[in-house]
């Protein structure tokens, strides 16, 4: 009984060392975007450098895997902060609340391009948004009409002013941000690009019109059903339409290639043939190594993103949990750096690793949320 009573002491002691470990952290977490990562990473090793506070720990883990994270509770076993290559989506903000997370500061940090590049060894790529979706989307239109399984295997079968070569693109997973904005730029620029498709994509929500289109692209009414089943309402034509235009195929011609897009970038130096996706900073920081494919005949520029004419454009962001503000240490002030002028400005020091800032006017609008922490209002 003595030897029971001082194991459950010894226990309980350990127990109350690993609680009181875990109810202290003296750095900033930071999880999310590999696209954003190297802009967090540059801040947060400026910040540790310049101020009293810890080097923020920044970790790549995908914008959905971090939101994922973020959302899981408030404490200091979840991430303070998370990078996104997206907007946070409703279901993400509700998985939030259910969880506690409930005020969530948002803060645009600038704007990025999706290239698609390959080895500046070979041949530059001239695409456009239909090129890309006949190459990787998962069902295409047949010669009736019907979407099928896609059958092209080279660039020359897509369109036969390209490369006869096989279509071999590396490319982020689903939990990727990167993935998210390529789809819905790239992809479904691509599928309107038929007019059927496009038509389709208008449709109202549970219409006979829609079920016909359905029926004359060859889309199985389970895929109704499935939605109908998830949502609890009919789906709209828009629904549809991105089943079909977000569907990236998985007959080895598009390869998941994770997280890293260093990595990326050394697979396409040691393959010629390959074609990688990734953010416009990646382009930047190896134009010694990658050239951007044109798109919709505009190359992949720092003032072609700037100006919207760089077709795959995409807004970047950070959220911040507002219930660690003052738990955590440094946290404010993180937010401090990140939205000086010296970091984000047009001149600042991130846009030497290739951010494209936002407008003055806009830039002053997130600071002053920084400052205020204002919790976004969706």
């Known amino acids: 009984m003595i030897r029971k009573q001082i194991a459950l002491a010894v226990a309980l002691g350990m127990a109350g060392l690993t609680a009181q470990a875990a109810a202290t952290r003296d750095y900033i977490s930071i999880v999310g975007s590999s696209t954003v990562y190297p802009f967090a990473t540059v801040v947060a090793e400026n910040f540790g450098k310049t101020t009293k506070f810890n080097t923020p720990k920044v970790e790549s883990t995908g ?9 899981a509770g408030v404490g200091v076993e979840h991430p303070d902060i998370t990078n996104a290559s997206r907007a946070i989506k409703s279901s993400e903000v509700e998985s939030c609340a259910k969880n506690g997370v409930k005020e969530i500061v948002e803060m645009k940090i600038g704007y990025d391009g999706i290239v698609m590049a390959n080895s500046s060894s070979a041949e530059p790529y001239s695409l456009t948004t239909k090129d890309i979706f006949l190459a990787l989307a998962k069902m295409v239109p047949g010669p009736d009409g019907k979407l099928i399984d896609n059958p092209n295997k080279t660039w020359k079968d897509v369109n036969p002013e390209l490369q006869n070569a096989t279509i071999e693109v590396l490319g982020p997973p689903p939990t990727s941000g990167t ?32 079920k016909a289109m359905m029926k004359k692209l060859g889309i199985p009414m389970s895929i109704w059903t499935a939605y109908e089943e998830k949502k609890g309402k009919a789906p709209s034509g828009k629904d549809i339409f991105k089943v079909v235009a977000h569907g990236v195929r998985e007959d080895g011609y598009y390869i998941e290639a994770g997280e890293n897009d260093n990595l990326i970038v050394q697979k396409l130096e040691k393959n010629p043939a390959a074609l990688g996706i990734f953010g416009f900073s990646f382009l930047d920081q190896n134009s ?8 919709n005949d505009t190359e992949p520029t720092f003032d072609a993103i700037a100006d919207g004419s760089y077709p ?55 600071r002053e949320d920084a400052m205020n922490l204002n919790p976004m209002s969706k």
């Open 63 to 71: 914008s959905g895997g971090g939101l994922k994270l973020f959302c």
């Open 179 to 210: 993935r998210d904005a390529f789809v819905e730029l790239a992809m479904e620029g691509g599928a309107k690009a038929f007019p059927d498709l496009k038509t389709l994509r208008g449709l109202e929500r549970g219409s006979d019109e829609l």
């Open 312 to 366: 795959v454009s995409r807004s970047l962001y950070f959220y911040v949990k507002k219930a660690h503000v003052g738990t955590i240490p440094g946290i404010q002030e993180y937010l401090n750096e990140f939205s000086s002028e010296k970091a984000w400005g047009d001149m600042g020091y991130l846009t030497d690793r290739g951010l494209i800032p936002m407008p003055k006017t806009e830039r002053m609008k997130f």
């Open 288 to 295: 010694d190594k990658v050239q951007g494919s044109h798109i």
